[in-house]
């Protein structure tokens, strides 16, 4: 009886103690963070906010103490989400998740092969586009449509199938370009690689290779053995090793090209190790791109044919699949590369504004609701008809009328007609 009556009395103060206590703070502080949107991979991502009655406010390691007004402000690495934590006095937490958008730069771009940017007259022609403002991006060769890799590579696999060729200096060339202000987008001839396919089928490694149903390379029009296997796990790491290697040498953008499959009848193609179609996995490599290219610091694109956007099974390119995984696609609309009637258009080639601002406006509607960009691709050369300033300045003018200012220019030379190109 006297062990009842001491721990009622025990009860009893304790209660009469927490009743003249001030109760528990259980609410966690009001966190708002502002949208995130870096002006490049590189740079470091700005969050901004406000977290009332917070003491701390901080994303992993990085930390930041808020104002009186709960204001705060927070510099860290890029990264595609953010989770920003708020925390007070008594350890209650806000949670909050940014999903960053990186803002791409306009790119007004002319193409340079590498064996082009190591020739001292093709180099400066370029150089004199830049100078005079009508161009700010040179878009240059990391791999090209031989498999050559343009500069010395340090990617193993390069190395070791001969793929490596000391073309030019990209420290060097990257350096010249940015000290003039240009972006410098790195193109990658994915699976058109007859290097690493005649490499690789020599060499023990036939499932490297697309084959035929008998089980011999697939030849075509680009060679005997001119295919990679997109479906193969090791051909797609050496593509984004030399993607990885380029962003961080300081190539502000990666743009694949032959990112599809071999033309031709799927019937007379054979995949090994392929489930699905090529065109998903055409898809699932640049989705396995995607993280590495960018935390190496660069931008992610994919050079598509002009015919994917209504005919995407004829060379495995989707464009709603591949557009969700890419800054942006870069279609090849060549003016010459249509039929008559296309787009409703009578002679395309002749035609360059009509057939540039329809097909646009197609792989407009196709990419609708992906985030990526459209920048296309634009014909400065001459086939079946002459083209010259003013079908250059047609094709811009259409791609600016369909809301776009960014293009690429192409000219397997290296030869510009810079009268096309208004200075900006």
């Known amino acids: 009886m006297l062990a009842a009556v001491v721990v009622a009395l025990v009860a009893g103060f304790a209660l009469s103690r927490s009743a003249g206590m001030p109760a528990a703070d259980a609410l966690a502080p009001m966190l708002q963070v502002a949208p995130a949107e870096p002006g490049s991979y590189r740079a470091p991502v700005v969050l901004r906010g406000t977290a009332a009655d917070a003491q701390r406010v901080s994303v992993g390691e990085v930390s930041a103490t808020p104002g009186p007004d709960g204001a705060f402000e927070l510099s860290v690495p890029w990264a595609p989400a953010l989770e920003v934590v708020a925390v007070d006095a008594a350890g209650n937490e806000s949670r909050s998740t940014v999903v960053t958008a990186t803002a791409l730069p306009r790119m007004r771009a002319v193409h340079v092969t590498a064996h082009a940017w190591s020739h001292e007259g093709l180099r400066e022609a370029v150089l004199d586009l830049a100078r005079q403002g009508r161009i700010d991006t040179v878009q240059l060769d990391i791999k090209d449509e031989d498999g050559v890799v343009g500069y010395d590579s340090q990617v193993p696999l390069a190395r070791e199938s001969g793929a490596v060729a000391a073309i030019y200096d990209a420290p060097s060339a990257l350096k010249q370009l940015h000290d003039l202000g240009l972006q410098v987008v790195g193109r990658?001839?994915?699976?058109?690689?007859?290097?690493?396919?005649?490499?690789?089928?020599?060499?023990?490694?036939?499932?490297w290779v697309v084959q035929n149903p008998s089980g011999q390379p697939y030849s075509s029009h680009y060679g005997p053995i001119a295919f990679t296997n997109v479906a193969n796990d090791e051909v797609r790491r050496y593509n984004i090793d030399l993607a990885v290697e380029g962003a961080r040498l300081g190539f502000d953008g990666i743009m694949y090209d032959y990112v599809r499959r071999p033309d031709g009848s799927l019937s007379s193609m054979h995949f090994a190790g392929l489930t699905g179609t090529p065109t998903t996995a055409v898809a699932d490599f640049l989705a396995q791109s995607r993280y590495p290219v960018h935390s190496a610091g660069a931008h992610l694109s994919a050079a598509v044919y002009g015919i994917a956007a209504t005919r995407p099974d004829q060379i495995a390119q989707d464009i709603p699949l591949i557009a969700r995984s890419v800054d942006y696609v870069a279609p090849m609309i060549y003016p010459s590369h249509w039929n008559s009637g296309e787009y409703g258009v009578a002679d395309p080639n002749a035609q360059p504004y009509d057939i540039v601002l329809r097909s646009?406006?197609?792989?407009?509607?196709?990419?609708?609701?992906?985030?990526?960009?459209?920048?296309?691709?634009?014909q400065d050369f001459s086939l079946g008809v002459t083209y010259s300033d003013a079908e250059i300045a047609a094709q811009i003018a259409a791609t600016r009328d369909a809301g776009i200012d960014s293009f690429f220019l192409w000219n397997a030379a290296t030869r510009y007609h810079g009268g096309g190109i208004h200075p900006a």
Do not use: C, E, K, M
């Open 188 to 207: 990658i001839v994915a699976f058109r690689d007859p290097t690493v396919a005649a490499w690789a089928w020599h060499n023990g490694r036939p499932d």
């Open 360 to 378: 646009l406006r197609d792989f407009q509607t196709a990419t609708a609701g992906t985030g990526a960009a459209v920048i296309p691709w634009l």
